[in-house]
């Protein structure tokens, strides 16, 4: 029997008289998947309920902070001991020093680090920071990263390959989107190109180390190195965004699994263990120039907030334990090849890919190393796919161009029912 999302449905209406679209983050509408989102409401370890009572084997994990599944008793025993002494004081506290000093400790380019609410702010303050560093203005990024919704980074490529950025948004203002240039995810050539026609302005390059938001894209085994070395011949910084990878690809982000080092590092979602957190870190020669030790001014009410600093703490703590991300890669291994040997039984062609805990399988026959090539996937077939896993309980994200996260949380077993689904779901979309 189908199950019945009436209660979801409903309060979905409803909220869309009063939230735009009904949701608080795009993605959350499920409008790419042609159905209406559940309303989740409660959580645990791989699981959540929805509130018509359907269970669900969670692969989103909240867009990543899950690392260790839903409410892990460390991060709620953590939270609970935080609580009895406050919410939040606008002062700071020993949490943050401790934070600061994990991170640190964790990431080997990151002397320094200021913590802030979301990854938007660690980006929007990294591109500040770098451009004040630098004396320039402009700043490349790559085609299919996502960075945030602040205005620099909402840009899109122009019509010529070294055109003016174009906004992906309305409200951004032209001259704004004219400092972003975009580049070529896993293109070297085209990045040396722009840095020749333009490196005396280019005050940072930013990338996902590994892309997580056109799906999962690895880079190329030269690419991380190539950039390091294009930005420091230009006297460009390099901003690594791991807010997806920072303690999930490695405890030491992707700076120490491909061990190439940037000049800043932006950070978000586990290092907040499921609240709200944003961080950005380097070497202290820049990093002292963020106020007040610096001119540079960035500041945050709740900022370094006490319960967050708590979860993260407890989170990066069982981050620590022996043989974590060997495990998490067992696990995600398994799951992609379950996976990818359901797609080929059903008939139907999924490329997939991987890096540790984060996977996708796109909908197409190419090889996926960049936008270009992950726009070939049949978002339709996804559409179809997702639905289905749906009905049976398996909740992946609502977009072809996301990534699968694989938690501490997830059993061999949950695996397994997934990939069995996954074969009929697949055999649905091979009809499409
Ligand atoms: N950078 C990356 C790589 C991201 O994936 C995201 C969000 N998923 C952000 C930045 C923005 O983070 P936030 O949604 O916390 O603002």
Known sequence: MA???????DLFEESQLFIPGGVNSPVRAFKSVGTNPPFIAKAN???MWDVDGNEYIDYVCSWGPLILGHRHPAVIHAIQRCLERGTTY???????LTLAQMIVEALPSVEMVRMVNSGTEATMSALRLARAYTGRNKIVKFEGCYHGHHDSLLIKAGSGLLTHGVPTSPGVPDNIAGNTINARYNDLELLEQIFNEVGSDIAAVIVEPVAGNMGVVPPTKDFLSG???LCTKHG???IFDEVITGFRVSYGGAQSYYNVMPDLTCLGKIIGGGLPVGAYGGRKEIMQLVSPAGPVYQAGTLSGNPLAMSAGIATLEQLQQPGVYEELDRKSALLAQGLSQAARAA???VSFNRVQSLQSGFFTKHPVNDFASASTSDTNRYAVFFRSMLDQGIYLAP????AAFVSLAHTDSDIERTVEAA??????????
């Open 236 to 238: 460009a910084l390099l």
């Open 227 to 229: 950039l390091r070395n």
């Open 399 to 402: 977009s072809q161009f996301e």
């Open 423 to 432: 074969y009929t779901a697949y055999k649905m979309a091979a009809q499409v």
């Open 45 to 47: 370890g791989a699981r």
């Open 90 to 96: 606008g002062a700071p506290t020993d949490l943050e």
């Open 347 to 349: 008939g139907v062609p």
């Open 3 to 9: 199950p019945s999302y009436q209660k979801s449905k």
